[in-house]
């Protein structure tokens, strides 16, 4: 095994060449021990040899987020195949003072599901078990890994759908969507899933199974202990099992692509959407056009929807109702006043699903897109909707030509995507974009994370959206569940406090 000095030095060096938040430079913990070869003939005991990767290929795979952004050194990736494997490896981590990673299908943008050193990855893949479907009341009950598109394809088969829907549902896990609190597409509609959770099963550092694996709908039992591991990011406990609420699949989606002159126009459509297509509105998502431009420069077979003239903002609308016609025509009477009313100066709805497809594959593909530039800088912010496109344009003023500034996001939800595309990474172009993102986030009372959490990128920044009385409050919590801190270290909260 690598000593703590070579694997110091490995994290510091790769801490340089990453980018965003990711260069604070944090030291390993000399609390954590070193994996040993009794610990990997322990691990092999309890998960067998196939449970128990050593092989540098597959290590290499998990060490490292989707984006090439986040590196770590782990040694040692475990396969637990059930909830009483998962017990015992964290057992037997705490004893020992193993540091751990639990990871999902590691689509994360913050680097919180993989190591920043030697950190032992636990990984929920095969736990994808269905364990049960109540198809009166639409509440599935599974196991952690299961990956959101199998998900989705199920219930739908049942007449029901998820309500959460993201663009990494091919590869992203539910129990990672749950400890990060995934927002995503349909948030609008059926809202976080802080209400759309039933219940958890959550294994402890100290191996303690808790079971609040409940499908009830109402249950004023005492503290409702399940929202705090909703988006906790594993730093509280490993989720294993989890039930969910699932909305009943309705029969006509329409989807609308429009064109907006100016920032304003869309703040007000949005208005105007709530107002006057209200029940059946089911995403309401906005774009400028260097989003729209980047897509069709690196996005296969996508068309642009509107290709006669280049307009500043275009907004996708879908509506989901259980007529189709009626929905149609709404819709077609909204696009119309909203044109009428210099809302929109040009727009479209989707003819058939293929076209609808393409409208979701532009905004959906623009982070997949951003990242074959080469460096992206990507920040997730709340902040209120008359202000969320200023810092764009800010940044815009800040880097001149040294970097494209994109805007896009969640405009129903107030939440705002800004990616930073630059040639490469470099720390000149990052002392423009940081602490200032943070700063003008704070100052407009906005959140630095709406969705996408704090892994070890924004560990250190809470302080800009949450009171240091806040923050003291959440470390208490975290060292009355895992005092030994084996819990996805150096992620979520700042050192400082812990």
């Known amino acids: 095994m690598n000593s703590q000095a070579a694997l110091a030095n490995m994290a510091s060096e790769v801490q340089k060449r990453t980018f965003g938040s990711a260069a604070t430079h944090i030291q390993r913990n000399p609390a954590y021990s070193e994996l040993n070869s009794d610990d990997v003939s322990y691990f092999k005991s309890i998960l067998g040899d196939n449970g128990v990767v050593q092989d540098e290929d597959r290590i290499a795979v998990a060490n490292v987020d989707w984006m090439g952004k986040y590196r770590g050194a782990s040694q040692l990736l475990l396969l637990p195949k059930n909830t009483t494997e998962v017990s015992k490896i964290l057992s037997y981590c705490n004893t020992r003072r193993l540091a751990v990673v639990p990871q999902g299908g590691n689509t994360g943008l913050v680097g919180g599901s993989v190591p920043v050193y030697d950190e032992v990855i636990v990984s929920l893949a095969g736990m994808d078990k269905i364990i049960s479907f109540d198809n009166v009341n639409g509440i599935l009950t599974s196991e952690a890994g299961c990956v959101l598109e199998n998900l989705s394809t199920f219930v739908e088969n049942e007449g029901f759908i998820m309500p959460l829907d993201l663009g990494a549902k091919g590869s992203c896990q539910i129990g990672g969507n749950i400890s990060t609190n995934a927002g995503g597409l349909r948030f609008i509609r059926y809202g976080s899933l802080h209400g759309n959770v039933l219940g958890l099963e959550v294994v402890l550092a100290d191996g303690t199974i808790l079971d609040m694996l409940t499908t009830l709908r109402k249950d004023n039992t005492g503290y409702d202990l399940k929202h705090l591991f909703i988006g906790s990011e594993g730093s509280l406990g490993v989720v294993t099992k989890i039930s969910v609420l699932t909305p009943a699949k309705l029969p006509a989606t329409n989807v609308a692509f429009l064109s907006c002159n100016d920032y304003t126009s869309c703040q007000k459509l949005l208005l105007a959407a709530r107002r006057n297509l209200g029940e059946i509105l089911s995403a309401f998502e906005f774009m400028d056009h260097h989003c729209i431009d980047l897509a069709m420069r690196h996005l296969e077979g996508v068309q642009n929807p509107l290709p006669a003239s280049q307009y500043k903002f275009y907004v996708l609308i879908e509506t989901t109702g259980s007529d189709e016609s009626y929905d149609k025509t709404k819709l077609e009477a909204f696009l119309l006043r909203s044109m ?96 200032f993102v943070y700063e003008w986030t704070s100052s407009q009372r906005g959140s630095i994370s709406a969705e996408h959490g704090l892994g070890l990128m924004k560990a250190e920044k809470i302080h800009y959206s949450k009171s240091p009385e806040a923050v003291q409050l959440m470390a208490s919590i975290k060292k009355l569940l895992d005092p030994n801190s084996i819990l996805n270290p150096y992620k979520v909260l700042p050192q400082s406090v812990l």
């Open 340 to 435: 009428e009313d210099g809302l929109v100066s040009d727009g479209v709805i989707a003819q058939d699903i293929s076209q609808a497809s393409n409208f979701w594959r532009i905004r959906e593909g623009i982070s997949e897109a951003s990242v074959k530039v080469g460096a992206v800088y990507k920040y997730d912010l709340s902040i209120p909707v008359e202000k969320l496109y200023d810092i764009v344009e800010e940044m815009r003023c800040r880097l001149g030509d040294n970097a494209e500034v994109l805007g896009y996001g969640h405009l129903g939800d107030g939440n705002l995507h800004l990616n930073i595309l630059s040639s490469k990474y470099d720390d000149s172009t990052l002392a423009q974009i940081e602490p």
